[in-house]
């Protein structure tokens, strides 16, 4: 099946930095990337959708400065979350999706990251 | 706006007992409709879907549901489960040719042996 990776799977911060977390489909090309945050014991809530070489399209409530998505190709995605605080430590989850699979998304293994 | 109910939080099962993880959702569209599956520190695997078609869904690891429209659920359904079958499950529904899925809150299946 389609593999979806994501880099780093963990990473801690201090508050006021930027973390950059990075979305690769490996065996397919990915027209349409997702990005879900999951806080614990909650469900996904999407945050942003990209189409590679497109801007994204940020769900409501979700600052598009804060949360930088970039999907400059058809095998990687990043989202770069900009001077992060506390309340963003979470569980940050891509999907994708491929031309031929317009019906299904494969998701990556998820970032957890927590900001001190 | 479509959304989604996962009544059950938790679902505690004895091993080779069946099980039933149950779903509603609300929609004035038509939907397609997904069971994912999360085990602990992972992304999520797609159990099976229901597009279109036999209201019954068969799916991996042993798993089906069933489409009712008129009661608006999609349960979960596993006449026998297995140890490893431990995991967080989601219920997600997506608009009739959308990308964008709602997911459910999740319900935690804990297999004890």
């Known amino acids: 099946g389609a593999v979806v990776s994501q880099h780093p799977s963990r990473v801690i911060c201090k508050s006021g930095t930027s973390v950059k977390i990075e979305c690769r489909s490996l065996?397919?090309?990915?027209?349409?990337m997702f990005w879900y945050r999951q806080f614990p014991k909650q469900s996904l809530m999407l945050m942003a959708t990209s189409n590679e070489g497109s801007k994204a399209t940020y769900e409501q409530g979700v600052e598009k400065d804060k949360f930088l998505i970039n999907h400059a190709s058809l095998t990687l995605s990043t989202l770069t979350v900009t001077s992060a605080h506390p309340e963003d430590s979470s569980f940050y989850i891509c999907?994708?999706?491929?031309?031929?699979?317009?019906?299904?998304?494969?998701f990556g293994p998820g970032t957890r990251l927590t900001v001190l | 706006a479509q959304s989604v109910t996962q009544l059950d939080s938790q679902v505690p099962v004895f091993e080779e007992a069946p099980v039933e993880l149950r779903c509603n959702y609300s929609s004035s569209v038509s939907v397609y409709l997904f069971w994912y599956v999360q085990y602990p520190n992972q992304g999520l695997q797609l159990l099976l879907k229901y597009l279109s078609g036999s209201t019954l869904v068969k799916g991996i690891n042993g798993f089906e549901a069933e489409f009712n429209k008129s009661q608006t659920s999609f349960h979960l359904r596993k006449p026998s489960v297995h140890i490893s079958d431990t995991a967080e499950y989601f219920c997600a529904v997506s608009r009739y040719n959308t990308d964008k899925l709602i997911f459910g809150t999740g319900t935690r299946l804990q297999v004890f042996p």
């Open positions: 065996d397919f090309q990915a027209t349409t």
């Open positions: 999907s994708a999706r491929g031309q031929s699979t317009w019906n299904e998304q494969f």
